[in-house]
């Protein structure tokens, strides 16, 4: 069965950087784009970058350009995010998310999530 | 890369039908026949309900059902159960690879 497991979250201050993973199993992860989607505690679900299933491609929201940098492993099926230069608005609990089997816009998977508080 | 706009709750009672609605603009619900819905409960990771504005996934029951107007797209529960009380997320392709959700939808199943 799919499972995507998130990890390293934690509390950082702002300013400071935090890489997250989230590792896969169950499917082929080489097939398939993954995205990260985040949400911010009591809030709605914001989405917050894509990579193809190569690598080649990356593509970020706005809130997050030039800040965070998606990437992937495909030999280690593990998916990261490099987040720099965080900011108090950039806690929230971060999902990783397959590219659906059936159609590439939407997400079938979801993991548990890791939440990532910036704090003084 | 604005939210999609959805109704911050809605009611209904068990075997009754609910719709949801998620209006967006020209450039995303509009503009691509790619909305997808997610249910999430309390404390869990959103699960995939509806995608391509009308297609149920498997195992989806056939309760949950999407449909799209011009920059409208809606979710309809029929026969609504108390396990259908959650948090409901439209979210639309927006063009040039990025996707935009909507604000949530919190279900109350009374």
């Known amino acids: 069965q799919v499972q995507l497991v998130e990890s390293g979250g934690g509390v950082v201050q702002p300013g400071r950087s935090l890489r997250l993973s989230c590792t896969a199993s169950g499917f082929t992860f080489s097939d398939y784009g993954m995205h990260w989607v985040r949400q911010a505690p009591g809030k709605g679900l914001e989405w917050v970058a894509v990579?193809?299933?190569?690598?080649?491609?990356?593509y970020y929201a706005d809130s997050v350009k030039g800040r965070f940098t998606i990437s992937r492993d495909n030999s280690m099926n593990t998916l990261y995010l490099q987040m720099d230069s965080l900011s108090a608005e950039d806690t929230a609990v971060y999902y990783c998310?397959?590219?659906?089997?059936?159609?590439?816009?939407?997400?079938?998977?979801w993991g548990q999530g890791t939440l990532v508080t910036v704090s003084s | 890369q604005s939210a999609l706009t959805q109704p911050a709750s809605v009611s209904g009672s068990p075997g009754q039908s609910i719709t949801i609605s998620c209006t967006g603009t020209?450039?995303?619900?509009?503009?691509?026949?790619?909305v997808s819905w997610y249910q999430q409960h309390p404390g869990k990771a959103p699960k995939l309900m509806i995608y391509?504005?009308?297609k149920r996934p498997s195992g989806i029951s056939n309760r949950f059902s999407g449909s799209k107007s011009v920059n409208t797209a809606s979710l309809t529960i029929s026969g609504l159960q108390a396990e259908d009380e959650a948090d409901y997320y439209c979210c639309s392709y927006a063009g040039s690879t990025t996707w935009v959700f909507g604000g949530g939808t919190k279900l109350t199943v009374l």
């Open positions: 391509e504005d009308s």
């Open positions: 998310a397959k590219e659906d089997t059936n159609s590439s816009f939407s997400f079938d998977y």
């Open positions: 990579i193809s299933y190569d690598g080649n491609y990356k």
């Open positions: 020209s450039s995303d619900v509009g503009s691509y026949n790619l």
